[in-house]
């Protein structure tokens, strides 16, 4: 995608990608920009097909994504055999070995090789779609994300099959939701008999499926991609995993040997002439700028003897030579120390990364510290910020622990907004099976009990002090996530199940991708004599949607008075009914939300029998002073929209704004009272909270319904419709518009355009 300077104050100029969102091109073919999408299935009304699957894909698992490693592509001049082979094998046409598996051992380099294939790809116009799964993590280390993350590469970079993805997602739109066999029969098989023949078959790239959930995971998705592909769909795919006997089991059967193709990776002559080339290369960088900082360094530094040595010890794996060479450029120690450091390393050894790992961990002061910041790490998914609340320790504790570890880890930078959180990340799986293993790592294992039961405590103390609701969220997350997979019901949780803040995120936002309230509620069952509190409390919790009516479903009648009787005394709950009932495909807790209340202000439902509740309250002669005319309640929505908006601002929780919030907005009939509070809001200060991060902010230029052109159009079209509105308030929101439109112009012109083309 090509960006230019946005053309001033015409807002018919602007492109739309799904009906309403901004982009600036110069192509015909572009991507809306976005920032760092979670997984999720909530969809809003008017979205387009694309902004769905844009919601419910997973950036992360990308290729080219920000969070890759820095450094995961091909050292230059080495891998040539195998990329010779993918790039023959991928202009292959008929479906014999239309999947390409590409396995081998740990620290072999398949990854880089899957990235740079990628990028190649790409570049030619190949790239059907690319995802790389991560063990354990929250959003690569599952299956879910797929293709809603497949569906939408496709969709943008083969315009011909566009349309019929999008029209798939506007049909089903719960359809990221759905099974795996589901989304895979409508978002990519059927689109693809949909859309016309295309001139060459897309590529997908699926890198690290041996760390896809579990093992009937993988093997399912296996299945149904080869069922897939012998049925017609004109595909190729590169499968990037270990040498897993259950993969072999299916990749490299008989049955399906007219499909499947590929080969090993081993760590033959070749690949060892590759590392010594990689070694030579890089140990030159390393002198050349060691030299320019006035550190002396001979010319024959490291000799030929040192190369080789370190190549027989790599036996054909990547991943040592590369920590080694990230250890030895470290900028605060000598680079001839540190390479003498590790050819102290026994030369014998049968296991030479561990004795490299256990070298760069040894010269780590404070060894309980590191143990217990190494087990966040590898157990939660945190920042090093949250990493210090989570562990109760002063901020910038895991920093200064983890910084000499910069040839196994990588730290994020500091955040600069609450929600953007990047956690801790291991620049390898095999560092990570180091840790967990007391058979090879010892004395720095973390896996010991020990440690789990300091991390329980520690991260339930964290949550009972009071903490911003991004760090809340998330440490909630990994502590009840952790919990029940590993660790028995204990006391110390007691307390914290007990937070209402925490019950209504889970109920929020609990599910398959971490934990749920049924999965909390079966886990306090298997303690020999759980408080009956909680078990209520959670069983209510797991039964949410069963047990509450759906109010704007009549299916009976009961006695007038138990309305009246319950809905008096419990204005919040009857605030939350009237949004529902005036938006229907507004849920229960997005009223909540909006309302800044929690669940507990509808338990009074519990009283009611499932019935014409809605009716009841729609009805003037039933309800008496309980009751509200529709106009009177759109008013009331949309100064509650306007309050939460000011209230977001005032606190710079940005991440908390709804882009519904301004669809809600636009439906009453506006008088006095909504002027007034509309002179109050700013949205235009939007861009001033987010200029400290320019990536993010260009991103909420041109993917927000906030600060992008289509939410100031919303408004003022709005307002302009009313022969009531001040004039003065018009022109106040044109000056808002305006202003952003300036403000998008400054940073496109203060940016790198090709810097941005590549990250967008």
Same mark, same amino acid.
């Given at each position: 995608?090509?960006?230019?300077?946005?053309?001033?104050?015409?807002?018919?100029?602007?492109?739309?990608?799904?009906?309403?969102?901004?982009?600036?091109?110069?192509? @015909?073919?572009?991507?809306?920009?976005?920032?760092?999408?979670?997984?999720?299935?909530?969809?809003?009304?008017?979205?387009?097909?694309?902004?769905?699957?844009?919601?419910?894909?997973?950036?992360?698992?990308?290729?080219?994504?920000?969070?890759?490693?820095?450094?995961?592509?091909?050292?230059?001049?080495?891998?040539?055999?195998?990329?010779?082979?993918?790039?023959?094998?991928?202009?292959?046409?008929?479906?014999?070995?239309?999947?390409?598996?590409?396995?081998?051992? *740990?620290?072999?380099?398949?990854?880089?090789?899957?990235?740079?294939?990628?990028?190649?790809?790409?570049?030619?116009?190949?790239?059907?779609?690319?995802?790389?799964?991560?063990?354990?993590?929250?959003?690569?280390?599952?299956? #879910?994300?797929?293709?809603?993350?497949?569906?939408?590469?496709?969709?943008?970079?083969?315009?011909?099959?566009?349309?019929?993805?999008? #029209?798939?997602?506007?049909?089903?739109?719960?359809?990221?939701?759905?099974?795996?066999?589901?989304?895979?029969?409508?978002?990519?098989?059927?689109?693809?008999?949909?859309?016309?023949?295309?001139?060459?078959?897309?590529?997908?790239?699926?890198?690290?499926?041996?760390?896809?959930?579990?093992?009937?995971?993988?093997?399912?998705?296996?299945?149904?991609?080869?069922?897939?592909?012998?049925?017609?769909?004109?595909?190729?795919?590169?499968?990037?995993?270990?040498?897993?006997?259950?993969?072999?089991?299916?990749?490299?059967?008989?049955?399906?040997?007219?499909?499947?193709?590929?080969?090993?990776?081993?760590?033959?002559?070749?690949? +060892? *002439?590759?590392?010594?080339?990689?070694?030579?290369?890089?140990?030159?960088?390393?002198?050349?700028?060691?030299?320019?900082?006035?550190?002396?360094?001979?010319?024959?530094?490291?000799?030929?003897?040192?190369?080789?040595?370190?190549?027989?010890?790599?036996?054909?794996?990547?991943?040592?030579? @590369?920590?080694?060479?990230?250890?030895?450029?470290?900028?605060?120690?000598?680079?001839?120390?540190?390479?003498?450091?590790?050819? @102290?390393?026994?030369?014998?050894?049968?296991?030479?990364?561990?004795?490299?790992?256990?070298?760069?961990?040894?010269?780590?002061?404070?060894?309980?510290?590191?143990? #217990?910041?190494?087990?966040?790490?590898?157990?939660?998914?945190?920042?090093?910020?949250?990493?210090?609340?989570?562990?109760?320790?002063?901020?910038?504790?895991?920093?200064?622990?983890?910084?000499?570890?910069?040839?196994?880890?990588?730290?994020?930078?500091?955040?600069?907004?609450?929600?953007?959180?990047?956690?801790?990340?291991?620049?390898?799986?095999?560092?990570?099976?180091?840790?967990?293993?007391?058979?090879?790592?010892?004395?720095?294992?973390?896996?010991?009990?020990?440690?789990?039961?300091?991390?329980?405590?520690?991260?339930?103390?964290?949550?009972?002090?009071?903490?911003?609701?991004?760090?809340?969220?998330?440490?909630?997350?990994?502590?009840?996530?952790?919990?029940?997979?590993?660790?028995?019901?204990?006391?110390?949780?007691?307390?914290?199940?007990?937070?209402?803040?925490?019950?209504?995120?889970?109920?929020?936002?609990?599910?398959?991708?971490?934990?749920?309230?049924?999965?909390?509620?079966?886990?306090?069952?298997?303690?020999?004599?759980?408080?009956?509190?909680?078990?209520?409390?959670? $069983?209510?919790?797991?039964?949410?949607?069963?047990?509450?009516?759906?109010?704007?479903?009549?299916?009976?009648?009961?006695?007038?008075?138990?309305?009246?009787?319950? $809905? @008096?005394?419990?204005?919040?709950?009857?605030?939350?009914?009237?949004?529902?009932?005036?938006?229907?495909?507004?849920?229960?807790?997005?009223?909540?939300?909006?309302?800044?209340?929690?669940?507990?202000?509808?338990?009074?439902?519990?009283?009611?029998?499932?019935?014409?509740?809605?009716?009841?309250?729609?009805?003037?002669?039933?309800?008496?002073?309980?009751?509200?005319?529709?106009?009177?309640?759109?008013?009331?929505?949309?100064?509650?929209?306007?309050?939460?908006?000011?209230?977001?601002?005032?606190?710079?929780? $940005?991440?908390?704004?709804?882009?519904?919030?301004?669809?809600?907005?636009?439906?009453?009939?506006?008088?006095?009272?909504?002027?007034?509070?509309?002179?109050?809001?700013?949205?235009?200060?939007?861009?001033?909270?987010?200029?400290?991060?320019?990536?993010?902010?260009?991103?909420?230029?041109?993917? +927000?319904?906030?600060?992008?052109?289509?939410?100031?159009?919303?408004?003022?079209?709005?307002?302009?419709?009313?022969?009531?509105?001040?004039?003065?308030?018009?022109?106040?929101?044109?000056?808002?518009?305006?202003?952003?439109?300036?403000?998008?112009?400054?940073?496109?012109?203060?940016?790198?355009?090709?810097?941005?083309? +590549?990250?967008?």
């Amino acid at each position: 995608m090509s960006l230019s300077q946005p053309p001033q104050r015409d807002c018919a100029m602007y492109p739309r990608i799904g009906g309403d969102k901004p982009a600036y091109i110069l192509n @015909s073919t572009f991507n809306s920009i976005a920032g760092n999408m979670n997984v999720s299935h909530t969809t809003n009304v008017g979205e387009s097909g694309l902004d769905i699957l844009r919601r419910a894909l997973c950036e992360d698992a990308m290729h080219d994504s920000a969070v890759r490693p820095t450094d995961p592509s091909c050292h230059p001049g080495t891998r040539n055999a195998i990329f010779e082979r993918l790039d023959e094998w991928c202009f292959m046409q008929p479906t014999s070995s239309a999947i390409c598996w590409l396995h081998g051992c *740990a620290g072999i380099g398949k990854s880089a090789i899957a990235q740079q294939f990628a990028a190649s790809c790409q570049a030619r116009g190949q790239l059907g779609g690319s995802f790389f799964w991560k063990r354990d993590d929250a959003g690569l280390g599952h299956w #879910r994300s797929l293709f809603p993350t497949l569906a939408y590469q496709l969709a943008t970079s083969f315009p011909g099959i566009g349309p019929p993805i999008q #029209r798939a997602v506007e049909t089903d739109r719960l359809i990221a939701s759905k099974s795996m066999r589901h989304q895979l029969e409508k978002l990519i098989i059927l689109p693809f008999r949909e859309a016309p023949k295309l001139k060459s078959r897309p590529v997908w790239v699926l890198d690290g499926l041996d760390e896809c959930e579990d093992h009937a995971i993988q093997t399912m998705l296996l299945r149904l991609l080869i069922n897939s592909v012998r049925h017609g769909l004109a595909i190729h795919i590169l499968i990037c995993s270990r040498s897993e006997s259950h993969l072999r089991e299916v990749l490299q059967s008989s049955e399906n040997s007219d499909i499947c193709g590929g080969f090993q990776m081993c760590p033959d002559d070749a690949a +060892s *002439a590759d590392i010594s080339r990689y070694l030579t290369n890089e140990f030159t960088r390393i002198r050349r700028v060691h030299t320019g900082r006035g550190i002396a360094l001979n010319d024959d530094w490291p000799d030929e003897g040192t190369i080789r040595e370190l190549v027989d010890r790599s036996s054909g794996t990547f991943i040592y030579a @590369s920590t080694i060479v990230r250890y030895v450029e470290d900028e605060y120690s000598h680079p001839a120390d540190r390479l003498e450091a590790v050819l @102290s390393l026994d030369p014998s050894s049968t296991t030479p990364l561990d004795d490299l790992y256990t070298q760069i961990l040894s010269v780590i002061p404070n060894k309980p510290v590191l143990l #217990r910041v190494l087990h966040a790490v590898v157990e939660t998914h945190l920042d090093p910020e949250q990493i210090d609340m989570a562990l109760q320790m002063r901020r910038g504790t895991s920093r200064i622990t983890l910084r000499c570890l910069h040839s196994l880890i990588q730290l994020p930078p500091v955040r600069v907004f609450e929600h953007r959180i990047t956690p801790v990340k291991l620049l390898h799986a095999s560092f990570g099976d180091f840790l967990v293993d007391p058979q090879r790592s010892f004395g720095f294992c973390v896996s010991e009990e020990a440690l789990r039961i300091a991390l329980v405590r520690s991260m339930a103390c964290a949550l009972q002090s009071g903490l911003q609701p991004a760090d809340f969220e998330i440490i909630t997350r990994d502590l009840l996530r952790y919990t029940t997979k590993i660790v028995p019901p204990t006391e110390d949780l007691f307390p914290i199940l007990r937070n209402v803040r925490l019950q209504h995120l889970l109920l929020c936002r609990g599910g398959s991708t971490w934990t749920s309230p049924r999965s909390i509620f079966t886990w306090l069952q298997s303690y020999p004599a759980p408080p009956s509190d909680l078990l209520e409390t959670w $069983l209510i919790l797991a039964n949410f949607f069963k047990t509450f009516p759906s109010p704007w479903r009549p299916v009976g009648s009961v006695c007038d008075e138990i309305y009246v009787q319950v $809905l @008096s005394n419990n204005p919040e709950m009857v605030s939350a009914l009237r949004v529902t009932y005036a938006f229907p495909d507004f849920k229960d807790l997005q009223a909540l939300e909006l309302l800044g209340l929690t669940w507990e202000v509808l338990l009074p439902l519990l009283k009611l029998p499932k019935a014409d509740l809605g009716a009841f309250l729609n009805d003037s002669r039933r309800c008496g002073t309980l009751y509200m005319s529709r106009e009177e309640t759109l008013r009331f929505i949309a100064l509650r929209c306007i309050s939460r908006m000011n209230d977001i601002l005032r606190t710079n929780n $940005l991440f908390q704004f709804k882009c519904t919030w301004i669809t809600m907005l636009c439906e009453c009939e506006p008088d006095d009272m909504v002027f007034g509070a509309l002179e109050q809001l700013n949205l235009a200060q939007l861009c001033t909270r987010l200029e400290p991060d320019k990536e993010y902010h260009l991103a909420w230029h041109a993917g +927000s319904s906030f600060v992008g052109a289509d939410c100031f159009s919303k408004i003022l079209n709005w307002l302009k419709k009313s022969p009531k509105t001040p004039p003065p308030l018009i022109e106040s929101w044109e000056r808002q518009e305006t202003a952003v439109d300036e403000c998008y112009g400054r940073v496109l012109r203060t940016e790198n355009l090709q810097d941005l083309n +590549s990250r967008f």
